[in-house]
């Protein structure tokens, strides 16, 4: 399809707008913001339809309906399968309110930055054999640094509130996101002793074979660290301290309404997408099948990721649930003295 | 063209964003133009293709280190108006220090020492080459002791700070969980029986 996009559409439209001294680097750059187009787009969708699975599912496990007022088009089998779209569009036409004293200038850029790194992690993402936007050596690291950025949105954002809850909600958001951040760092660092590679695409190329050759087996201890330092670090149930509503309102984003708030909502749900795909290309797989030498079945492709990472998914919801949220203390004693010694001492004994 | 281009403008945010850190009011914006200034820095060191230096940079200082400074300057009180009365009358010392800076990197950048050591940079081995296995190469084998006595020093440093802060007998009320779960209900649970009240 980028081949068809490149021959038929950017080159004539290159050669006809701009002199030929930098028609090839116009036609690259038509061929990347084409990618992603093609990566953001689902990726917003998902994060809209995420939110209603979201409340179809827990309202099935509490017997519930969930939502189921608004029809798409008017298909009366898909009820509530509009409310996505009624909800952006209600929040875009909402007043932004700016509270009187917050920093004007931080408090709008602030869910700029939250929702910017969890966005442009999915570069290096590998969705197929050689399907990512970027291909790079240090895959890995570029996602550890870009989601490590996300801490400044929250913290930003309640530092430029001005308002007493959302910097109580930042101090425990950004405490947890800082402590698991580290577990979560060693748990890859498991990973990329055992594929011997940075890059994305060579970590999936590394567990080739059945079911038994990913890396949940061998590192099983870390898939479960990573998995669960990961819920805390997207501020999920049941370690959403950080807008406990029963004690700080709603934390960091007390203030925000409208269009700021739903930046955060999208940060916060890209972010679980993010690290539910991650966690089936480093440990499930990626995009190879389970079903290896079954016909049609054992062919890898984009599917077997993305049943992955929808699983993770459901997991996420699935938690949010069932689980009662931790106490504070007991969250910083899980990240520091239960999580670190595990991932440490499984590599140090899983180290070639 | 184009990479000038982009070097230009990375520099000019650095060296911009580097001045307004001492000059801008505001302690946190400060922090936040340092973040700024660490973040470009970052983006010039990937045009040089050391893309490991550059993600090391973002993910240690910016993820972690500036968060932490961020945390702390956010909680301070500080009035800033005490803090710039000596300005005129440590100025000169301060350019002092600066000149003597600039004269030593000067230096170290002059001598040659650091083009003929260092084998040739990534771009030029070809795109392929990984600079993250270079500096682990380089790091394992050539400067082995060095970092291994470098670590050393790090774990003594980490260590030395538990045991400063930890120096007192622990008073604080925290809950100790090993204490929480091996409560019984005998322990806590006392149930009385009393007679009904009279109306």
């Known amino acids: 399809m980028f081949e068809f996009l490149r021959i038929y559409v950017f080159t004539p439209l290159a050669g006809a707008l701009v002199p030929p001294a930098v028609e090839m680097n116009v036609v690259y750059t038509l061929d990347i913001l084409a990618k992603i187009v093609v990566i953001l787009v689902p990726l917003v969708l998902s994060v809209a339809y995420l939110s209603l699975a979201e409340r179809k599912i827990i309202g099935w496990m509490q017997v519930r309906r969930g939502p189921n007022r608004v029809t798409f088009f008017g298909i009366p089998w898909l009820r509530g399968w509009g409310q996505p779209i009624a909800d952006v569009f209600k929040l875009i036409f909402k007043e932004i309110i700016v509270p009187s004293g917050a920093d004007k200038r931080l408090f709008i850029i602030a869910p700029i930055l939250s929702l910017a790194p969890s966005i442009a992690a999915w570069a290096v993402i590998p969705f197929d054999d050689g399907m990512a936007l970027a291909d790079i050596n240090a895959g890995l690291l570029y996602i550890l640094a870009l989601t490590s950025l996300a801490v400044y949105g929250i913290i930003i954002a309640g530092w430029a509130s001005n308002s007493k809850y959302a910097f109580l909600g930042a101090m425990r958001s950004v405490a947890q996101i800082v402590a698991y951040e580290i577990a979560m760092g060693f748990a890859l660092v498991g990973v990329l002793v055992a594929a011997g590679s940075l890059n994305l695409g060579d970590i999936v190329r590394a567990q080739s074979g059945s079911v038994l050759h990913w890396f949940w087996i061998p590192l099983l201890p870390l898939f479960g660290v990573y998995f669960i330092s990961g819920v805390a670090e997207t501020n999920r149930a049941p370690f959403d301290v950080a807008e406990g509503e029963s004690e700080i309102v709603a934390g960091f984003h007390v203030e925000y309404g409208g269009m700021g708030f739903s930046l955060f909502f999208l940060a916060e749900y890209a972010n679980m997408i993010l690290i539910s795909a991650l966690a089936s290309i480093l440990f499930w797989g990626g995009w190879l099948s389970p079903l290896q030498g079954i016909p049609v079945l054992g062919e890898s492709s984009l599917i077997w990721l993305l049943a992955k990472t929808s699983f993770f998914l459901f997991l996420f919801l699935w938690f949010r649930a069932t689980f009662p949220r931790y106490r504070y203390d007991q969250i910083m004693r899980l990240g520091w003295k239960v999580f670190l010694p595990i991932t440490i001492v499984w590599i140090g004994g899983g180290g070639k | ?199």
Do not use: C
């Open chain 2, 1 to 199: 063209m184009i990479v000038q281009a982009i070097f230009y403008f990375f520099a000019a945010v650095l060296v911009l964003s580097a001045a307004l850190v001492i000059t801008v009011r505001n302690p946190v914006h400060a922090a936040l133009f340092l973040v700024l200034a660490f973040f470009s820095s970052a983006a010039i060191w990937l045009l040089l293709e050391a893309e490991f230096l550059a993600i090391a940079l973002v993910l240690v200082y910016v993820g972690a280190v500036m968060v932490l400074f961020l945390f702390v300057v956010m909680m301070l009180d500080i009035n800033l108006a005490p803090l710039r009365e000596g300005f005129a009358r440590y100025l000169p010392l301060g350019i002092a220090v600066a000149l003597l800076m600039a004269v030593a990197m000067g230096l170290v950048v002059a001598s040659g020492y650091f083009d003929a050591r260092f084998p040739p940079r990534a771009g030029e081995a070809g795109p392929a080459a990984s600079n993250t296995l270079e500096l682990g190469h380089a790091m394992y084998t050539d400067f082995l002791y060095p970092f291994e006595i470098a670590g050393a020093i790090l774990l003594v440093a980490i260590i030395a700070a538990i045991a400063l802060t930890m120096r007192k007998p622990r008073t604080l009320k925290t809950p100790r969980p090993e204490k929480q779960i091996v409560a019984r209900r005998e322990e806590r649970v006392r149930l009385v029986k009393m007679e009904a009240e009279k109306r």
